[in-house]
């Protein structure tokens, strides 16, 4: 029985493995300059890149961050300092519950909200649909974050004359500042990797774009066009352009560990 | 822990946070709204039929979602057969056997997959996944196992399959199966564990009868909050499964997911009505993953609070 | 039941009644306590000392269910009138904690000058903060180890300092009172004595109202003492008479420790 339960960890660790020699191995071979710095080119040209596709994740992580992390950090401290009102329990089983919506449904959300009366796919129907799934994440970790802060410490600012608002923001928010910062990387992270949210918003775009009422490129949305192209040339690109994401989104995980070790060497 | 006669920053403070929390609820509501709304079209035409018509025509203005519904549930199905023995095996080896130096990178590891984006697997599944299957394990199954004589292994394996769609879930399903039920085993009390060995039990004794029984119910929401990912993983799904409006009994046949229609039709929809099927569709699959996610969170929720006895 | 004095109290507590819910922790407890005099507050645990103290800075209330009935007057004006903020009288009446609580995100100097961000008025007064924070220091006799390194974080002091530092932060803000909650308790005995010498010197600035189960601190601070039993007053008088000649048994039985 034994052996079997080494097998069964042994064969989960292997598809990554996998999953990361390849994206090394394609992923690199397809790498230069001119990948973070050029535009699509047509096939049978060469060069290109996906230069427009990266910097429109960027804008895109940083609308939804706009959007999501302060009705997060809102909502986290609701649930936090509200404990156990009515109102606390259902925010914080149906933030649960939004965490595992599909996140196609909330890019029909944005689409039929955003994009529909206007007749326009843009940047800013992407940005919201992903930050809208940022949401629920950064509430929860949020919440644990600010239920970690010990009550001495609230306490002890109130006992000197700091009002409950004050005691909330300049003490426990900035108490709890590195766990919650670590929960909003996690989020992003999430978030980064996204494509089917875009298909209906941000739609993607060959060109350099950075206005947020125009459709944008994205990394994940130009990997996908590529992967289900007929044309090798752009498999190489695809695989350049995961490697990239992956990239992006493994450092900003190891960024929200080293915020993880970073609080706690302070509270030593 | 509040002070009573608060002032006006106390009542803005208060007012902004519950402001922020309704908007959780709020925005649950206007996602049911607004693909409700979109779907309103469809399901006014076909009704209770959509659900069980296998006729995807949009050029006859025919819509059916019955293959995709069969391929959600089909490759889903497959992706926790796959997955849940695994998730568990590799949840049980990190709470109970593996060494202490080994169980921070294997758990790392298990987690990493969690964070690899979905179209990377999609495009890791395209190239390498499929031939794999094409070239090395559908000839095992079919000719070595005789699998082939069996309706699941029958017909042409082109590539894009339920098998391929099936085992790329799987892959994507498992952290989140193997975290859950990594938390649940370590919230057995020790006590239960020493009750055990101290009556004589082996290590894996005490494991099959005094552990994963009293951590059951919260396995059972783990696997059933890995159904609700797997229901609604879009593109992986879509770059592996074939894309076909088919119900068949072969797991080498090319089919359709809810979530793998939607995105494969949207941008080519021809008219409204078109778009309000593939909307209704998205409709059906909200309602199916609320439920199936609501009923996981309450499990696990209830698992923490009764101390997970079963 | 006070000590002879014909001014007015500093804290002048009627009637006060402190209740969790429905559970009643203090029973109308009247008490007198002078201006610039050492109270000290003894008894055994769970004679609901700690929750009294809580009363006399509204502290009490910030715990879930909490309530408090009766008056609490400090130069004559009741904290618990309606109009009164709590977040007023804390201005007023300082307290230091059992277990030391220093912010930990914030530096020695931030530490210290924390209270004076609590209001308008205390950051008018932010010009001299560096004054202040030096002076609060001294009184709390942490100046001299940590004059050198204001801007290290206050984790970095050990338990003693983190409490002397607490002490400091609590003076900085001038408070007319100051009230202890067995604030030696988790010390060594260096710094447990250091305290007790400032507390011996506070009495000349303000009035200290401090709780311990330690009954020779309470000798060795202390003008007057309170003795509780089960969430009543049972006897105060001053120090020197409560340990030698207490009146009620009770208090005879608790001060030459045949229970507690």
Redesign the interface.
Known sequence: ??A??????A???L??L??LL??LK?GATALNADFFTALPQPVGESGGGMGNAIIGTLILIGVASGVGL??????G???A??RSTR??M??R??????????????G??A???LV?PVHHFSALAGGIALG?MM??MV?RTTEEMVRLV?????????????????T????VL??A?GGIVTGALVAI??I?????PL??TAFGNQFWSTSLGEPIAAL?LQ??TY??SPYDQW?AQ??AG?LV??GI??LI?LAARVAVRHRHR??? | MRVAGAGVGDRIYDWVITAFALVIPIMLVLVFAAVAEAAWPALRSFGFWFLVSSDWNPSAGQFGAAPAIFGTIVSSALALLIATPLALGVAVFLSELAPPWMRQPVAFTVDLLAAIPSVVYGLWGVFVLVPLLREHVIPFLRDTLHLGATPLFAGPAYGPSMLAAGVILAIMVLPYISAVSREVLSAVPRSQREAALALGATRWETIRDAVLPYARSGIVGGVMLGLGRALGETMAVTMLIGNRHEISASLLAPGYTMASLIANEFSEATGELHLSALMAVGLILLVLTFVVNALARWLVWRTGRAGGAP | MATATDVRPKLDVRDLSAFFGEVSAVRDVSIEVAEQQVLAVIGPSGCGKSTFLRCLNRMHETAPHARAEGRVLLDGRDIYDRDVSAVAVRRRVGMVFQRPAPFPTMSIRDNVAAGLAASSAARARRGDREEIVERALQRAALWTEVRDRLGQSAMALSGGQQQRLCVARALATDPEVLLLDEPTASLDPISTQRIEELLYELRREMTVVIVTHNLQQAARVSDATAFFLAGSLVEVAPTSEMFTAPRDERTEAYVTGRFG
């Not at chain 1, 079997?4 to 960890?9: K, P, S």
């Not at chain 1, 909330?168 to 003490?171: E, H, R, T, V």
């Not at chain 1, 980064?192 to 089917?196: L, N, Q, V």
């Open positions: 029985m034994q079997l339960v080494y097998l069964a960890a064969v989960t660790v598809p990554l996998a999953i390849y994206l394609q302060p009705v997060g950090i809102g909502a401290l609701y649930l300092e509200r109102l606390a259902i925010v089983f149906l933030a649960d519950v939004l965490n595992g919506l599909p996140s196609i449904v909330m029909i959300f689409w039929e909200l529909r809208a949401v629920p509430t010990p009550t001495p410490l609230r306490e002890a600012a109130l006992a000197l004359g700091y009002s409950n608002w004050r909330s923001l300049s003490i900035r108490t500042l992270a999430r980064a990797g996204e494509t089917a298909l209906f994940p990997i996908f992967a289900i498999h695809a695989w995961a994401l992956v989104v493994f995980s302070a509270e030593d």
